[in-house]
Antibody, heavy 124, light 109 residues
Framework: EVQLLESGGGLVQPGGSLRLSCAASGFTFSSYAMSWVRQAPGKGLEWVSAISGSGGSTYYADSVKGRFTISRDNSKNTLYLQMNSLRAEDTAVYYC?????????????????WGQGTLVTVSS | SYVLTQPPSVSVAPGKTARITCGGNNIGSKSVHWYQQKPGQAPVLVIYYDSDRPSGIPERFSGSNSGNTATLTISRVEAGDEADYYCQVWDSSSDHRGVFGTGTKVTVL
């Protein structure tokens, strides 16, 4: 059974940093691209970032480019999102999602499994 | 950047058919995927590659995609189908990124 368990959310001040983790199990982690998707309170889904199975390719939404870094440790079956220079508008539930397809410059992808999410609140 | 537009809400009586549209420039040339999200829960994939259903998703859910509009159709609507629905594409053009639609709240009357 595929399981994705996010952690690391919490309350942080504007300008601060936070690192989210997503522990994966039930599938061959290194064979799949992974992604982070967020949802602000009462709002819709927003794609944040994606990473290839090897970790060699990464993609970001314009809203987080230069501030967030996605990475993965395939030996630990864990996905990460390092979030720096956080803003109030980054407040959201952050979901990690397993991708089917390569999420690349030449290949589409979609998300067949999602974690339950971790809440990040940016406020003073 | 690529934009996907959905109607904010759709209301449907039990047993009837709900159609949720997702508009985008030449979306028919892209693969469209659909998710269902109930309050307090993570999204669930209900349609992928325009019209394929994951295992466990009822046949009442179907999809189509042509021109500038993709459509998710829910036949014989049940109370349990009340949820938010989102379309999604991967934009492989100049900016390689995921794009979600604005979301549609389906209310079962």
């Amino acid at each position: 059974e595929v399981q994705l368990l996010e952690s690391g959310g919490g309350l942080v001040q504007p300008g601060g940093s936070l690192r989210l983790s997503c522990a994966a199990s039930g599938f061959t982690f290194s064979s799949y691209a992974m992604s982070w998707v967020r949802q602000a309170p009462g709002k819709g889904l927003e794609w944040v970032s994606a990473i290839s199975g090897s970790g060699g390719s990464t993609y970001y939404a314009d809203s987080v480019k230069g501030r967030f870094t996605i990475s993965r440790d395939n030996s630990k079956n864990t996905l990460y999102l390092q979030m720096n220079s956080l803003r109030a508008e980054d407040t959201a539930v952050y979901y990690c999602a397993k991708a089917l397809g390569y999420c690349s410059s030449t290949s589409s992808c979609y998300f067949d499994y999602w974690g339950q999410g971790t809440l990040v609140t940016v406020s003073s | 950047s690529y934009v996907l537009t959905q109607p904010p809400s759709v209301s449907v009586a039990p047993g009837k058919t709900a159609r949720i549209t997702c508009g985008g420039n030449n979306i028919g040339s892209k693969s469209v995927h659909w998710y269902q999200q109930k309050p307090g829960q993570a999204p669930v994939l209900v349609i992928y590659y325009d019209s394929d259903r994951p295992s466990g998703i009822p046949e009442r859910f179907s999809g189509s995609n042509s021109g500038n509009t993709a459509t998710l159709t829910i036949s014989r609507v049940e109370a349990g189908d009340e949820a938010d629905y989102y379309c999604q594409v991967w934009d492989s053009s100049s900016d390689h990124r995921g794009v979600f639609g604005t979301g549609t709240k389906v209310t079962v009357l």
